[in-house]
């Protein structure tokens, strides 16, 4: 059974950091790809970052390309997500999410997710 459990939100100013974490568990993940998305009040669901765990391809949102960065620890199981310049755009209940299909992550359809996680940037 693939758990994920995110962690490290929180409030922060606008132009702050704050760093993710995604301890994942119950399989190995070398085969998977692995992906941050995000859900804004009132919005749906959208695309941040994905990283595959066995090459640490990376890929980012427009919106957060230049300012976030995906990595992997693979002794930790854990995958992070380092935001930087943080804007109250960025506000929004952050997942983590797991599937071997990088097309079912691309379309935000992965068959694992987390419980997600807070982020609010004030201004």
């Known amino acids: 059974q693939v758990q994920l459990v995110e962690s490290g939100g929180g409030l922060v100013q606008a132009g702050g950091s704050l760093t993710l974490s995604c301890a994942a568990s119950?399989?190995?993940?070398?085969?998977?790809?692995m992906g941050w998305f995000r859900q804004a009040p009132g919005k749906e669901r959208e695309f941040v970052a994905t990283i595959n765990w066995g090459t640490g391809g990376t890929r980012y949102a427009d919106s957060v390309k230049g300012r976030f960065a995906v990595s992997r620890d693979n002794a930790k199981n854990t995958v992070y997500l380092q935001m930087n310049t943080l804007k109250p755009e960025d506000t929004a209940v952050y997942y983590c999410a797991a599937d071997r299909s990088q097309t079912a992550i691309r379309r935000g359809e992965p068959n694992h997710w987390g419980q997600g996680t807070q982020v609010t940037v004030s201004s």
């Open positions: 119950g399989r190995a993940f070398s085969s998977f790809t």
